[in-house]
């Protein structure tokens, strides 16, 4: 099936403004996309009716608010096609999700001496966790690098898979280069090892369909806010055999059994993980998101995005002077590049003058920009409800900064 476009771009509200007395042309989906008006109703619904606070009270209100969050549990754990509901953790974001498992995998996992792997291409939130934990434990952090379209490098991989070997942490797609990684293949091989994978999927749930029993990987993070949710969402999914030997992320209220003077007991999962009152709201408005993902259909997404991509580069490539940063062939719908001699912020100022938001700058992965050698570069990421008439007002920006700035 193929989407309608118009129709999909009517359900956006903040789409249909002007910005610099042009039309908004919203390309920066990978730091965050926009939120459909079902999204926005489901927060409006649940404090117009529902709201409370959840899991502690007998009351109407509180159980109608608790029913409705464990409804939204099921919803993720059908989403991602997880076994169980007690593997799907909320939090607030890919961020936090990642900092959960590092802290709480280190402090059960990792002793001095041993190893984890992550890679090169790694958002600071999958990587610096890593990196500090294993500062924190006299452990050492690999780095898998990549090769010159992008890809991770898998011969090396299994060069660095060893008996000290503890945790594989690499993400699913990469928001600098647009590569999806063959995690499958990285999991049978860790696996081969005995070795469990983390998958960073902050930018891969928005654009692909994602089962973590099919990619067998043993946890899997996501943000909400980047899949037509929320600000301040997120999942943590783990296998459960995991979640149960990890030790708790954060202390308090809702994640304990007993509590006594000298010791605590905790509670049963997925609660062990959710101290604290958590994003009710940001929950509900993240059963809507997926709701109408689903309706439009992953799959339907994949296609339409990939011609999306497939038509910018093309456009792109035809500008003289343009180089691209991520050419693998298996990309999501996002193009990295710089222009000439021209810096990435200066052209992003200009295209912005024109309407169109695209980012700039190293976006949030240093390491890689070190590797590349490079200060950054404008970034244009795609979502289904932008158009190729869009792409061709960034090509015609393009040419404006360079005539400006050449
Ligand atoms: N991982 C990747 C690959 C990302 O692109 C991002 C955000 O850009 C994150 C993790 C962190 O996500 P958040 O800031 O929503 O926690």
Same mark, same amino acid.
Request: with cysteine.
């Given at each position: 099936?193929?989407?309608?476009?118009?129709?999909?771009?009517?359900?956006? +509200?903040?789409?249909?403004?002007?910005?610099?007395?042009?039309?908004?042309?919203?390309?920066?989906?990978?730091?965050?996309?926009?939120?459909?008006?079902?999204?926005?109703?489901?927060?409006?619904?649940?404090?117009?009716?529902?709201?409370?606070?959840?899991?502690?009270?007998?009351?109407?209100?509180?159980?109608?608010?608790?029913?409705?969050?464990?409804?939204?549990?099921?919803?993720?754990?059908?989403?991602?096609?997880?076994?169980?509901?007690?593997?799907?953790?909320?939090?607030?974001?890919?961020?936090? $999700?990642?900092?959960?498992?590092? $802290?709480?995998?280190?402090?059960?996992?990792?002793?001095?001496?041993?190893?984890?792997?992550?890679?090169?291409?790694?958002?600071?939130?999958?990587?610096?966790?890593?990196?500090?934990?294993?500062?924190?434990?006299?452990?050492?952090?690999?780095?898998? =690098?990549?090769?010159?379209?992008?890809?991770?490098?898998?011969?090396?991989?299994?060069?660095?898979?060893?008996?000290?070997?503890?945790?594989?942490?690499?993400?699913? /797609?990469?928001?600098?280069?647009?590569?999806?990684?063959?995690?499958k293949?990285?999991v049978?091989?860790?696996h081969?090892?005995?070795?469990? /994978?983390?998958?960073?999927?902050?930018?891969?749930?928005?654009?692909?369909?994602?089962?973590?029993q099919d990619l067998d990987c043993?946890?899997?993070?996501?943000?909400?806010?980047?899949?037509?949710?929320?600000?301040? @969402?997120?999942?943590?999914?783990?296998?459960?055999?995991?979640?149960?030997?990890?030790?708790?992320?954060?202390?308090?209220?809702?994640?304990?059994?007993?509590?006594?003077?000298?010791? @605590?007991?905790?509670?049963?999962?997925?609660?062990?993980?959710?101290? =604290? @009152? +958590?994003?009710?709201?940001?929950?509900?408005?993240?059963?809507?998101?997926?709701?109408?993902?689903?309706?439009?259909? &992953?799959?339907?997404?994949?296609?339409?995005?990939?011609?999306?991509?497939?038509?910018?580069?093309?456009?792109?490539?035809?500008?003289?002077?343009?180089?691209?940063?991520?050419?693998?062939?298996?990309?999501?719908?996002?193009?990295?590049?710089?222009?000439?001699?021209?810096? +990435?912020?200066?052209?992003?100022?200009?295209?912005?003058?024109?309407?169109?938001?695209?980012?700039?700058?190293?976006?949030?992965?240093?390491?890689? &920009?070190?590797?590349?050698?490079?200060? =950054?570069?404008?970034?244009?990421?795609?979502?289904?409800?932008?158009?190729?008439?869009?792409?061709?007002?960034?090509?015609?920006?393009?040419?404006?900064?360079?005539?400006?700035?050449?």
């Amino acid at each position: 099936m193929s989407l309608n476009i118009e129709q999909i771009r009517a359900d956006f +509200p903040i789409l249909h403004q002007q910005i610099y007395r042009r039309p908004l042309i919203y390309f920066d989906n990978a730091a965050s996309t926009q939120k459909p008006r079902l999204v926005i109703d489901a927060i409006r619904h649940y404090y117009e009716h529902d709201n409370c606070n959840i899991h502690r009270g007998v009351h109407y209100l509180s159980v109608k608010a608790t029913e409705a969050y464990e409804e939204a549990r099921k919803e993720i754990q059908r989403f991602i096609n997880a076994k169980s509901t007690h593997e799907i953790i909320f939090t607030k974001g890919a961020t936090e $999700s990642l900092n959960l498992v590092a $802290s709480s995998f280190g402090k059960r996992y990792i002793q001095r001496g041993d190893e984890v792997i992550t890679s090169i291409m790694e958002h600071h939130s999958n990587f610096v966790p890593w990196q500090q934990m294993c500062l924190e434990r006299g452990a050492t952090l690999r780095v898998l =690098g990549i090769n010159e379209h992008g890809e991770l490098d898998l011969d090396e991989l299994k060069d660095l898979l060893n008996e000290k070997t503890r945790l594989i942490a690499v993400t699913h /797609v990469s928001n600098v280069l647009g590569t999806i990684n063959p995690v499958k293949e990285i999991v049978g091989l860790a696996h081969q090892h005995g070795i469990p /994978v983390l998958l960073d999927g902050a930018q891969g749930v928005s654009h692909l369909p994602v089962d973590v029993q099919d990619l067998d990987c043993d946890f899997y993070c996501f943000s909400g806010h980047k899949m037509y949710a929320p600000m301040g @969402t997120g999942v943590m999914y783990g296998k459960e055999k995991y979640l149960e030997e990890l030790p708790p992320y954060q202390l308090g209220g809702e994640m304990i059994k007993d509590v006594y003077l000298d010791h @605590t007991t905790f509670n049963e999962l997925p609660f062990k993980f959710e101290a =604290g @009152t +958590p994003n009710v709201e940001g929950v509900m408005g993240m059963k809507a998101a997926i709701a109408y993902l689903q309706q439009l259909g &992953m799959d339907n997404i994949a296609a339409y995005e990939e011609r999306l991509l497939k038509y910018a580069t093309e456009q792109l490539s035809a500008i003289e002077g343009i180089k691209f940063y991520g050419t693998a062939p298996h990309k999501a719908s996002l193009v990295s590049f710089i222009i000439g001699d021209i810096h +990435p912020y200066d052209a992003g100022m200009i295209i912005d003058k024109m309407g169109i938001a695209v980012r700039t700058g190293h976006h949030c992965a240093m390491p890689l &920009m070190d590797f590349l050698k490079i200060p =950054g570069t404008v970034r244009a990421s795609f979502a289904f409800y932008n158009t190729m008439e869009e792409v061709d007002q960034l090509i015609a920006a393009i040419h404006k900064a360079k005539a400006m700035l050449t």
